[in-house]
């Protein structure tokens, strides 16, 4: 990847997130990085899209003794969505998302989840199914 960072100052294995998925840095050259992927990182996250030239979001890894200016994230992928809609209602933004049909049936837990959308924190304010019939 290519970057203005100070590529210089990152470790080899060191971590950094890219668009929110954490990677290792295991090359590096002037103004570039390179990380591994898994086949299952490229298969729970939204990297598999990214071609040359795609804008991400990269960052670097804190020293938890830093001011983080923000909050930690924990947890694991369980897939991808897709945003179906976006709906600006005062100050705040709503998306609607289109779920992996795994995901969408049973028990959904949805009130105790939030969805990580490229860095941003989001709250599930609301779930509906809706059941699709595609001819066999």
Known sequence: METRLAVRAMELGASIAVNGACLTVVKKGRGEFTVDMSPETLKR???KELRAGSLVNLERPMRLSDRLG????????DGVATVAAIEKKGEFTFFKFLLPRRLARGNFPWRLYRLLCNTLICAVAGLVIKSTSKPI
């Open 70 to 77: 923000g909050h930690l994230v924990t947890g694991h992928v």
């Open 45 to 47: 996250t939204s990297l």
